[in-house]
């Protein structure tokens, strides 16, 4: 079994849908949870990053962690065609130099 | 903006070529590394300096040659690559210690095509 599962999609929804994006993962020493956006050919880049369980919203975009469940989501409201990407989800033990990625998840925003 | 710096951002080489790959990051990190990606494939990782000493090596081909100048450069030096190595590399930096705060950042990568 993978240390972390993500539906590699692809998914596509229309402009101004919220997107839900979600991953689960098998060992509970998780403690820090990040999301990526990656656009095709360029680098992964940050969008959301949090600690333990619980929500944390950034403008149109709210991560939320549930450590009882082993499952993570990425929400983005009013999705907007500039969203299409591949969607990353990792996940650290609070070690130094251990993450761990999901495989992402391609979005496509329909305008 | 990210604050990885990687160039080139795009590198052709033959199979015979040496050619380097070069990031700088001014975040104070002290944990650097060095990703392969492929297409619709999360990043794989190859190697991760800490403080300066190279930690984690992940069993990556002797073509492939890391070095750390200093806390803020890392460098891939490319030697009798083959086709198969072409790929996206990344280069990212994170805090090299335990606790809160520890999250990983990417540059923008080198696509890399060996001919």
């Known amino acids: 079994q993978k240390e972390v599962e993500q539906d590699p999609g692809p998914l596509s929804v229309p402009e101004g849908a919220i997107v839900s994006l979600n991953c689960t993962y098998s060992?509970?020493?998780?403690?820090?949870f990040m999301w990526y956006r990656q656009y095709s050919r360029k680098g992964p880049e940050l969008l959301m990053y949090?600690?333990?369980?619980g929500n944390k919203e950034d403008g149109r975009f709210t991560a939320q962690v549930d450590k009882s469940s082993k499952y993570i989501s990425l929400f983005i409201r009013d999705s907007q065609p500039s969203d299409s990407a591949t969607y990353l989800c990792?996940?650290?033990?609070?070690?130094?130099?251990?993450?761990?990625f999901g495989t992402g998840t391609s979005l496509t925003v329909i305008p | 903006d990210t604050e990885v710096t990687q160039t080139p951002k795009h590198l052709v080489m033959g199979m015979t070529n040496k050619k380097s790959l070069k990031c700088e990051q001014h975040?104070?990190?002290?944990?650097m590394y060095w990703y392969k990606q492929k297409a619709k494939k999360p990043p794989e990782l190859m190697f991760v300096y800490s403080y300066e000493k190279l930690s984690i090596n992940e069993s990556v081909p002797s073509r492939f040659s890391p070095e750390c100048p200093n806390s803020s450069l890392l460098n891939l030096h490319l030697h009798a690559l083959q086709p198969e190595d072409s790929a996206l590399y990344l280069c990212?930096?994170?805090?090299?210690?335990?606790?809160?705060?520890?999250?990983?950042?990417f540059g923008e990568g080198s696509w890399l095509t060996v001919v």
């Open positions: 990212a930096s994170s805090q090299a210690r335990t606790g809160a705060g520890n999250t990983i950042y």
């Open positions: 990792a996940m650290s033990l609070g070690l130094s130099n251990q993450f761990y």
């Open positions: 060992n509970s020493a998780f403690q820090y």
């Open positions: 949090t600690y333990s369980s």
């Open positions: 975040m104070g990190h002290r944990a």
